[in-house]
Every structure is written in C-alpha cells, then in structure tokens.
T-cell receptor, first 113, second 114 residues
Framework: DAKTTQPTSMDCAEGRAANLPCNHS???????VYWYRQIHSQGPQYIIH???NNETNEMASLIITEDRKSSTLILPHATLRDTAVYYC??????????????FGTGTLLAVQP | DAMVIQNPRYQVTQFGKPVTLSCSQT?????MYWYQQKSSQAPKLLFH???????NEADTPDNFQSRRPNTSFCFLDIRSPGLGDAAMYLC?????????????FGPGTRLTVL
C-alpha cells in the first residue's frame, strides 16, 4: 500500500503558485519523498525529490516539514501545461541497490485560465 | 537525447493471443521496470530487472513474463491476454543506486484486448 495521502483534486489559477500537499506520517528516517506528475496519456515525469532539506529545481520546490511527516510541492507560476495528476511517493528500498515506487491515488491539478 | 523508448505506442490484440511489448533505453541504466496502469488508476509495478536479475512482484499474475536480452532492451510478454489486461504498460529505468535513485519513464504502450 502507498504510504502517502493526497487530496483527490485541486484547482489553481494560471500564473499563480500551486501548492500541493502530501502526508507521509509513517515515513522512515532513510526514506526519500519523490514527486512525479502524469499528464494525460503520457508516462510519469520526475519532478523532484528530497530527504530532509527543502529542495528546488527548475520545475518546482519541495518543502518538507521538520518532522518529515508531510511535504508540499510548489509550482511557482502554474501554466495550463501543468494540468496533470501529481503523485507524492515515499521510496521503499529493497535493501539492495534498487528502489520501489508505490504510487498512491495522486492529486489531479487543474490549472484554470 | 537519452531516453526510454516504448514500441508500439498502441497495440491491439485478440483475447488469448500472445503479445509482446518492447522497451529500450539509451541511458545505460542498470534497472528496468514494467508497470501496469489501468484506466483511472495509479501505475502498479509488475516486475523489474537489476542487470540480469529478475525480480517479480508477489501479486503479478503468471500470465505476465519478461525478458531482458541486454542492457538496452526489455520485453513484456503477455501469454494469454484477457479483457482485464487492457491497460497502459509503462517501462521505466534507473541507475540502481542505494540512496537516491530516480526512475525515468517511457511514454507507455496502450494495450487493447478484443
């Protein structure tokens, strides 16, 4: 089972920041939080990941709470092309050199013109 | 550009007729994954290869098999497709690092079973 919970859907006005929350209250100390998105009929696209510290890249920012039980993905200036299902995933390690992504239901972000 | 390629993008097969889906990668990654995504559901991992080592998920039906003849290619074989196997099949790759390891997905193959 997925170790994360997310709202089913959210709306955001074009040009505004989109803040997508995620709860992962059972996360372990060495587990990473990953965010992917899936635009309709395409493969999931990697966005960002983090362990403890806040992270930023050209696509988004990831804010992780100090207790690591929740996080927020921020798209600073949402566009219509950001409409997609956003998945927050806690990576479960095999104990070896591979990882396992267990997708939850995700959040459908609808960016409105 | 380095990428994950899936062919074909759309595949139609008949009930019970074996079908093979193909995935190739130019990333030179150690790990290749196959996911199944049914309509309005999240992707679900079927199995993965770390190099030549095959790792099956416990709930993957025996009807699904996989082959990885070399680093670049991986195949998904469905021996006797049923109507319930209609789905998007996603291939992904990763380096296979212990700590931080990002998976990169292909565009998917949409399978229709008639």
């Amino acid at each position: 089972d997925a170790k994360t919970t997310q709202p089913t859907s959210m709306d955001c006005a074009e040009g505004r920041a989109a803040n997508l929350p995620c709860n992962h209250s059972t996360i372990s100390g060495n587990e990473y939080v990953y965010w992917y998105r899936q635009i309709h009929s395409q493969g999931p696209q990697y966005i960002i990941h983090g362990l403890k510290n806040n992270e930023t890249n050209e696509m988004a920012s990831l804010i992780i709470t100090e207790d690591r039980k929740s996080s927020t993905l921020i798209l600073p200036h949402a566009t219509l092309r950001d409409t997609a299902v956003y998945y927050c995933i806690v990576r479960v390690g095999y104990g070896g050199a591979t990882n396992k992504l267990i997708f939850g239901t995700g959040t459908l972000l609808a960016v409105q013109p | 550009d380095a990428m994950v390629i899936q062919n074909p993008r759309y595949q139609v097969t008949q009930f019970g007729k074996p079908v093979t889906l193909s995935c190739s990668q130019t990333l030179n990654h150690n790990v290749m994954y196959w996911y199944q995504q049914k309509s309005s559901q999240a992707p679900k991992l079927l199995f993965h290869y770390y190099d030549k080592d095959f790792n099956n998920e416990a709930d993957t039906p025996d009807n699904f098999q996989s082959r990885r003849p070399n680093t670049s290619f991986c195949f998904l074989d469905i021996r006797s497709p049923g109507l319930g196997d209609a789905a998007m099949y996603l291939c992904a790759t990763s380096r296979g690092q212990v700590d931080t390891d990002t998976q990169y997905f292909g565009p998917g193959t949409r399978l229709t079973v008639l």
